[in-house]
C-alpha cells in the first residue's frame, strides 16, 4: 500500500511570490493534516482537512491557506512569500479526525531567497 | 497552545547502549506518540499509547503513557548505528470532536561505533 505522497519534493522560490504544494494521503485515509517544520520551532501545527472541510488550525497567518478534494488529495497555498516561510512542510494522513495515528509524507522543502 | 517539552536536545551515546528520553507537559494527553525522523525525510511512527500506565514495545524500543497523562518516555536498548536520527514525541487531544496533535521540539540521538 503506497504510503503518503509530497509533491514536489523540493521546491525555491523569491519572496513575494506564491507557492502550492500537494499531498495525496494513503488510500482510504480521509484525514490530512499539514505541519511546518523549522530547526528552531519543531514541528507546527498548520490546519487539518476532512471530508474537504477544514477541522482545525493552528496559528499561522491567513497567507497560509489549504483544501482538500473529494479524492481526499489536499494542497496547501502560501501567498505573499517571505524569507521566515522556509521550511519542511509536512503533511500527514489518518483515517479520521479522530483517529490517533498519522503517517507522514517526506515532505517538500521550501526554500524563500 | 500545548507545548511538549523534550530534553536534552542531543544525546550522543555508544554502540549497544541503552537510551531513554522523556516528555512532559502541563496538558493532559489522550495519546502519546513516538516517531523518528531520519534525514530528508518525513517523521516515522515508533509506536502509539493510548492509555495512562501503558507499557507497549516494538522491537528495541520500549514506551510509557505515564500514570498522570502528561508524559511519556521512550527507551531503546542495545543502540545500533541505524538508530541514529530525530525522535519527536507527539501528544493528542480530542477538542470539540477534532483530532490535534501537538510535538515536541525533538531528540537528536547520536550513535558512536
Known amino acids: 500500500k503506497a504510503g503518503v505522497t509530497q509533491t514536489p519534493r523540493y521546491l525555491i522560490k523569491t519572496r513575494g511570490q506564491q507557492v502550492t504544494l500537494s499531498c495525496s494521503p494513503i488510500s482510504g485515509h480521509r484525514s490530512v493534516s499539514w505541519y511546518q517544520q523549522t530547526p528552531g520551532q519543531g514541528l507546527q501545527f498548520l490546519f487539518e482537512y476532512f471530508s474537504e472541510t477544514q477541522r482545525n488550525k493552528g496559528n499561522f497567518p491567513g497567507r497560509f491557506s489549504g483544501r482538500q478534494f473529494s479524492n481526499s488529495r489536499s494542497e496547501m497555498n502560501v501567498s505573499t512569500l517571505e524569507l521566515g516561510d522556509s521550511a519542511l512542510y509536512l503533511c500527514?494522513?489518518?483515517?479520521?479526525?479522530?483517529?490517533?495515528?498519522?503517517?507522514f509524507g517526506q515532505g517538500t522543502r521550501l526554500t524563500v531567497v | 497552545g500545548q507545548q511538549l517539552n523534550q530534553s536534552p536536545q542531543s544525546m550522543f551515546i555508544q554502540e549497544g547502549e541503552d537510551v531513554s528520553m522523556n516528555c512532559t507537559s502541563s496538558s493532559i494527553f489522550n495519546t502519546w506518540l513516538w516517531y523518528k525522523q531520519e534525514p530528508g525525510e518525513g517523521p516515522v511512527l515508533l509506536i502509539a499509547?493510548?492509555?495512562?500506565?501503558e507499557l507497549t514495545s516494538n522491537g528495541r524500543l520500549t514506551a510509557q503513557f505515564g500514570i498522570t497523562r502528561k508524559d511519556s518516555f521512550l527507551n531503546i536498548s542495545a543502540s545500533i548505528p541505524s538508530d541514529v536520527g530525530i525522535y519527536f514525541c507527539?501528544?493528542?487531544?480530542?477538542?470539540?470532536?477534532?483530532?490535534?496533535?501537538?510535538f515536541g521540539k525533538g531528540n537528536q540521538v547520536v550513535v558512536i561505533p
Open positions: 499509547l493510548y492509555k495512562a500506565g
Open positions: 507527539a501528544g493528542q487531544t480530542i477538542i470539540y470532536g477534532n483530532n490535534r496533535l501537538a
Open positions: 500527514a494522513s489518518s483515517l479520521s479526525t479522530g483517529n490517533t495515528e498519522a503517517f
